[in-house]
């Protein structure tokens, strides 16, 4: 039941926030600025140096924090991925589909989710075992796609990434999202030093978002 239990996490923690940096000990600040604004789901991408170490970091910190979900993001293969699942990475997100990387991850019940932007992409993905697609980039779609797709394909999980902000983060779970994610609008402020501002800027998205699920 790992991979279901920590797909609930996801899916309740609603708001998953990307995290690029430049350093790993950047990440893990802008990681600990999220975590007291109140956000639980946390993509720390692979194009952070030294990113498995961060994912291993930020694991063991918040060990004790049953609801905080944190996965491995911009994973292009599978060798990767198993990388980032040895380092203990909860789940697996891809700029694209990858067969390999989905039976990777479905082996050790990892959930994958992978970049899509088609009904074609989508379907193959859903074939392989994927239980979230990740809308990718949200910003050349919009939220209306996300109502498209589910008219023909109901039980489509969708996450977008890119694209989402505080202003039409509503519109995209009113289409029908079960997560979204969060990049640069979020993590910004990490450029100049102000990881207050982070965490001031979480404690907005996870108020909109309660609302929103009100």
């Known amino acids: 039941m790992k ?4 797909l609930t996490k996801l899916i309740n923690s609603g708001v998953i926030a990307v995290i690029r940096a430049d350093s790993k000990t950047e990440a893990v600040r802008i990681t600990d600025a999220l975590v007291k604004g109140g956000v639980t789901g946390l993509e720390l991408t692979f194009t ?3 990113a ?3 994912v291993q970091e930020i694991k063991n910190k918040y060990a004790d924090h049953q609801d905080i979900v944190i996965g491995a993001g911009t994973v292009l293969d599978a060798v990767t991925a198993r990388i980032a699942i040895m380092a203990g990475a909860d789940y697996i997100v891809s700029p694209y ?12 019940q990892i959930p ?4 899509c932007m088609t009904l074609t992409e989508i379907a193959t993905a859903l074939k392989a075992g994927v239980d979230i697609i990740k809308l990718f980039p949200g910003s050349a779609l919009g939220p209306e796609f996300v109502s498209a ?8 999980n969708i996450m977008p990434t890119g ?6 983060m509503e519109k995209w779970f009113a289409m029908g999202c079960s997560a979204v994610g969060i990049g640069g609008n979020l993590i910004a402020p990490a450029k100049s030093g102000d990881f207050d501002k982070i965490t001031t800027l979480a404690q907005e998205y996870i108020e909109k978002l309660n ?4």
Not at 149 to 156: H, T
Not at 211 to 214: D, G, Q, S, V
Request: hydrophobic share 40%.
């Open 3 to 6: 991979k279901v239990s920590i």
């Open 48 to 50: 952070v140096p030294q």
């Open 52 to 54: 498995e170490i961060a």
């Open 97 to 108: 589909f990858d067969e390999e990387t989905a039976k990777l991850c479905n082996l050790y």
């Open 112 to 115: 994958y989710l992978p970049g």
């Open 149 to 156: 797709v589910k008219a023909p394909m109901p039980q489509v």
């Open 163 to 168: 694209g989402v902000n505080l202003e039409n």
């Open 211 to 214: 609302a929103i699920r009100k």
